[in-house]
C-alpha cells in the first residue's frame, strides 16, 4: 500500500527538523570550545629620547636658559636647545645613528661644559650624564679714551691674577671691562694633541681695540721664562679653536705669561700635551635605581633613573715644577672619558623597544616556548663598572713625564639580564626570561 502524499511531506519534514538540529547543535558546541583571546595586545614602540639636565657645578641647582648643542664625533650639530626652568632638555634620537654624542652646554657667566651621550639602539636606551657649568667670577673696570684701565680677576688655582691692561687712545668711547678666569678642567679639549694651560673671558665680547691691550694669565706650574705658546680664541658659536695670531710669552716671574691682542673673546694658551692612559682590571657591582629596585621594568611607556658616582685620580710623581693638574684632569675627560673633577649623575632614559614579530600574532602577545596566556615587559639591568688605570703626561715646557693612577666608573648595561621577560597569566603570575 503506497503511503499518501501527505504523509510523505510529513515525514519529509521530519527528517529536514532533525538535520537542522544536528547542524545547529555542532555549531554550537564549535562556538563554545573556542576560547577568547586574552593576551593584551601588542603595545606600540616609543621613541628614543636623550633626556639630560644643566646644572651650577657648584651648588647642583637647575640652570635654566643654557644653550645645549648635540653633535656627533664628527662635530657634525644635531640640533641646538635650551634648558627648561628646572634645566632639563630632551632630544628625539630615535633617527640617530650613531652610539656615542657628544653634548656641550654655554651660558653667560658660565664657563664651558661637556659630556658624553651613550646609546643602546638594541636596548632603545641612552646615558646621558648631566652637564655642570663653573660659575664665572668677573672683575669689572672702567676703561675711558683717555686713561684707558685695568681690570684683575682672582684665579682660585694660581698665585697670579688674570690681568687685562688697556692703554690710553685704544678705544673711541667709555666702555666697562670684563675678565673672568675660565678653568682648564672647563674648557674645550684644544685638539687631540694639544691642551690648555691657563685661559680667560674677556669683555665686551667682540670689541676692537685701536692699538694692542695687554692680557696676562696665571700659569699652573712654574715655566722658563721667553717660553712661548700660542694663543687660540674660542668660537662660541661651534665650540671650536682657531688660532689668534697672537703668543703668550712666559714673563720674568715663571708664573705668568702676556699677550697683546686687538680684540676680544675668550682665549686659551695652548700647548703639546701626550698623555698616557693604561685601563687595567675591570669590576662590576650591581646598583639599585632610585625606587630602590635592582631593575626597571615596563611593559609600555618610558621612565627615567639618576645614577650618581665618581671616578677617582691620584698623581703618584710630582716632578721639578710640577704639570698642570688642570691640564691632567681634562684630557682625563676629553680623551679618556674619565671624569676626576666631581660626581656624575647620570640620567638614564628607557624607553619601549618593538616587540619582537615572533612574540606576537594577529595583533596579541603569545610566547611561542611557553604555553598558556601571558604578556611581556622589557627589563633594564644596570651595573656601576669600575676600572683601574695607570698613566702619565707630558707637556712641551715640563717634557718629564708625571705619573697618576685612579679609578674610571660608569654605568653599562648588565646584558646577561637585560631583556624580555614573560609573565604567564594561568601560572601564578610566574616570570621567566630573558629570552
Known amino acids: 500500500m503506497n503511503p499518501s502524499p501527505n504523509r510523505l511531506f510529513f515525514v519529509k519534514m521530519i527528517f529536514l527538523l532533525i538535520a537542522a538540529g544536528i547542524l545547529f547543535s555542532s555549531g554550537c558546541k564549535k562556538e563554545e570550545a573556542t576560547e577568547p583571546i586574552t593576551n593584551p595586545p601588542v603595545p606600540p614602540a616609543q621613541s628614543l629620547t636623550l633626556s639630560g639636565s644643566v646644572v651650577d657645578a657648584s651648588s647642583q641647582s637647575a640652570i635654566a636658559g643654557a644653550t645645549v648643542k648635540i653633535a656627533k664625533l664628527d662635530k657634525t650639530v644635531l640640533t641646538t636647545l635650551t634648558s627648561g626652568t628646572d634645566g ?83 678705544v673711541a668711547q667709555n666702555i666697562t671691562l670684563t675678565a673672568a678666569v675660565v678653568p ?28 694692542p691691550v695687554t692680557i696676562t ?15 687660540m680664541q674660542l668660537n662660541e658659536q661651534t665650540n671650536e679653536y682657531t ?23 675668550t682665549y686659551v694658551i695652548s700647548e703639546v700635551i701626550t698623555l698616557t692612559v693604561n685601563l687595567g682590571a675591570t669590576t662590576t657591582a650591581a646598583t639599585t635605581t632610585t625606587d630602590g629596585r635592582a631593575y626597571i621594568e615596563l611593559s609600555q611607556g618610558r621612565a627615567n633613573a639618576n645614577y650618581s658616582f665618581i671616578s677617582t685620580y691620584q698623581r703618584t710623581t710630582a716632578g721639578s715644577g710640577g704639570h698642570p693638574e688642570g691640564a691632567i684632569r681634562a684630557y ?18 628607557y624607553n619601549f623597544p618593538a616587540l619582537p614579530t615572533n612574540y606576537q600574532s594577529n595583533g ?36 718629564s713625564p708625571v705619573g697618576f693612577t685612579g679609578s674610571k666608573n660608569q654605568l653599562v648595561d648588565d646584558n646577561s639580564k637585560t631583556g624580555w621577560y614573560w609573565r604567564s597569566h594561568d601560572q601564578g603570575g610566574a616570570v621567566t626570561g630573558p629570552y
Open 332 to 349: 682625563l675627560k676629553s680623551q679618556a672619558d674619565i671624569n676626576t673633577l666631581s660626581t656624575t649623575q647620570v640620567n638614564q632614559s
Open 243 to 265: 688660532n689668534s695670531g697672537f703668543t703668550a710669552t712666559v714673563r720674568s716671574d715663571s708664573l705668568t705669561a702676556s699677550a697683546p691682542v686687538t680684540h676680544f673673546t
Open 88 to 170: 632639563t632638555y630632551s632630544y628625539d634620537a630615535s633617527s640617530v645613528t650613531d652610539s656615542v654624542l657628544n653634548l656641550s652646554a654655554t651660558k653667560d657667566g658660565y664657563a664651558f661644559g661637556s659630556a658624553t651621550a651613550k646609546i643602546s639602539k638594541k636596548t632603545n636606551s641612552a646615558s646621558v650624564p648631566t652637564i655642570g657649568l663653573a660659575k664665572l667670577v668677573v672683575a669689572t673696570a672702567p676703561v675711558t679714551p683717555v686713561a684707558g684701565g685695568t681690570a684683575s680677576a682672582v684665579s682660585p688655582d694660581a698665585t697670579k691674577p688674570l690681568t687685562v691692561a688697556v692703554p690710553p687712545n685704544a
Open 184 to 211: 682648564v678642567s672647563q674648557t674645550p679639549p684644544v685638539s687631540a694633541t694639544s691642551g690648555t694651560l691657563a685661559g680667560g673671558q674677556f669683555g665686551p665680547s667682540g670689541t676692537v681695540f685701536q692699538q
Open 364 to 399: 596579541v602577545q603569545i610566547n611561542p616556548n611557553v604555553p598558556g596566556k601571558g604578556s611581556w615587559t622589557y627589563r633594564w639591568y644596570k651595573l656601576i663598572s669600575s676600572t683601574a688605570y695607570t698613566g702619565n703626561i707630558t707637556c712641551n715646557h715640563r717634557p
Open 217 to 231: 694669565f696665571p700659569l699652573p706650574s712654574v715655566s722658563d721664562p721667553g717660553t712661548t705658546f700660542p694663543l
